[in-house]
């Protein structure tokens, strides 16, 4: 699986228009945006995310060999630096390679990111595109990555307050397009892990139960 990394432009381009969607990446979940804003703001800050047009090149590699990573699979990130020193294009890469320990601290870190800037995260994850994992279903890297980051709140953070109002501001500002799709898929393995993490404790409860 091996694609190429483009130059930062497209990038820094795409999150422009992004932060001008959601009228800054410094808002956050508690800052609502006016009832009735001027007219002429209303003209400058579009509504929903931006379209992109579909490439047959990806805007962003997913392939953690394009970042002078070679190890497969990543083991414990402190090698390159620690997870929390990672760019968000390497932290995600490294994320789709790990796993055990490894795999749990990226996951962690990628949470952490999502709730200190959910747009810069969102519009990341939709430069990543089609691009496709190579295993199982193939399923969607982006996808994929949407996953981590709720799976690491469900079971670690037992569905904490922050990310449930951090997805919920998102929701709203993002009710159609890309971003809406990644955040249904956010919401729903958020659902889905908090009910798994409900049997395992439910499950460890009976165990010490017993005589």
């Known amino acids: 699986?091996?694609?190429?990394v483009t130059g930062v432009t497209a990038l820094a381009l795409a999150l422009c228009l992004l932060l001008a969607a959601c009228g800054g990446q410094g808002a956050s979940p508690s800052e609502a945006p006016p009832e009735d804003p001027p007219p002429e703001e209303t003209a400058l800050v579009p509504s929903g995310f931006p379209e992109l047009e579909e490439t047959?090149?990806?805007?962003?590699?997913?392939?953690?060999?394009?970042?002078?990573?070679?190890?497969?699979?990543?083991?414990?990130?402190?090698?390159?630096?620690?997870?929390?020193?990672?760019?968000?294009?390497?932290?995600?890469?490294?994320?789709l390679s790990s796993d055990g320990a490894a795999a749990e601290?990226?996951?962690?870190?990628?949470?952490?990111?999502?709730?200190?800037?959910?747009?810069?995260?969102?519009?990341?994850?939709?430069?990543?595109?089609?691009?496709?994992?190579?295993?199982?279903?193939?399923?969607?890297?982006?996808?994929?990555?949407?996953?981590?980051?709720?799976?690491?709140d469900a079971t670690?953070?037992?569905?904490?307050?922050?990310?449930?109002?951090?997805?919920?501001?998102c929701q709203e500002r993002y009710p159609s397009g890309p971003v809406a799709e990644l955040l249904g898929v956010m919401e729903q393995e958020h659902a889905e892990a908090m009910e798994r993490h409900r049997e395992v404790v439910a499950y460890q409860e009976h165990l010490n139960a017993q005589p």
């Open 105 to 152: 601290n990226l996951s962690d870190e990628l949470r952490k990111r999502f709730l200190e800037a959910p747009h810069t995260v969102l519009a990341y994850l939709v430069l990543m595109g089609n691009q496709r994992m190579d295993y199982w279903d193939r399923p969607l890297a982006s996808e994929v990555i949407c996953r981590h980051i709720a799976a690491a």
């Open 56 to 95: 047959e090149w990806p805007v962003v590699s997913i392939d953690a060999k394009d970042y002078g990573i070679v190890q497969d699979p990543i083991g414990d990130p402190a090698v390159y630096g620690g997870a929390a020193s990672l760019s968000l294009g390497k932290l995600i890469a490294c994320s």
């Open 156 to 169: 670690w953070y037992e569905g904490s307050e922050e990310f449930a109002q951090t997805l919920s501001f």
């Open 1 to 4: 699986m091996k694609t190429n």
